[in-house]
């Protein structure tokens, strides 16, 4: 069956620093997104993409975030300049649209972002 | 703005038997969807049964089902004959059939259940 995957399973960087985290969605979905979960909290939305665009964004999604589809495959998170808030664990989702019917966004297995 | 409320912080559950989590949202919307995901320690997401707001009848996934009553925006979760395995946790989430490219998820805070042999 096929699965979004996400690398690394866990990061660790400094304050600062530059941070790249990569999915491949699942090949003929459509619609991708990306979501943090901060340790103990809830899943929140960051960003969806399509059409090679943002298509909506988050008070979360300032401008140290930015995503990127670079090669039709890979869908990518960077953060410029990680804050110690923004360790957290960041899902990688994807979604279907066919005939106007699409339901499920099918998640990856996230990246833990720690920051130190 | 829709909201998604969890009102159930941790429940616990016996083996073999029969737990509800309840979930309430507010939205102004008439079409949407609502789903309920499993988180276990892993902390993959994984979709568990959703529910099409313009569906009377309630979505069953083998052991799970779901009580939707529109008109009071509730949308609780059932699991029959708990196992070890359903030890997680569970969020709902809601998303809207109207936002065109973005329909995006909009979690509850979530339930931590335990299942006890």
Known sequence: EPEVTQTPSHQVTQMGQEVILRCVPISNHLYFYWYRQILGQKVEFLVSFY???ISEKSEIFDDQFSVERPDGSNFTLKI????????AMY???SRQSRDGLSYEQYFGPGTRLTVT | ????TQSQPEMSVQEAETVTLSCTY????????LFWYKQPPSRQMILVIRQEAYKQQNATENRFSVNFQKAAKSFSLKIS????GDAAMYF???RSANGGATN???FGTGTLLAVQP
């Open chain 1, 51 to 53: 059409n090679n665009e």
């Open chain 1, 80 to 87: 410029r300049s990680t804050k110690l808030e923004d360790s």
């Open chain 2, 104 to 106: 995006k998820l909009i």
């Open chain 1, 91 to 93: 899902f990688c989702a």
């Open chain 2, 92 to 94: 709902c989430a809601y």
């Open chain 2, 81 to 84: 004959d708990s196992q070890l």
């Open chain 2, 1 to 4: 703005a829709q909201t998604v």
């Open chain 2, 26 to 33: 507010d939205t102004s919307e008439s079409d949407y969807y």
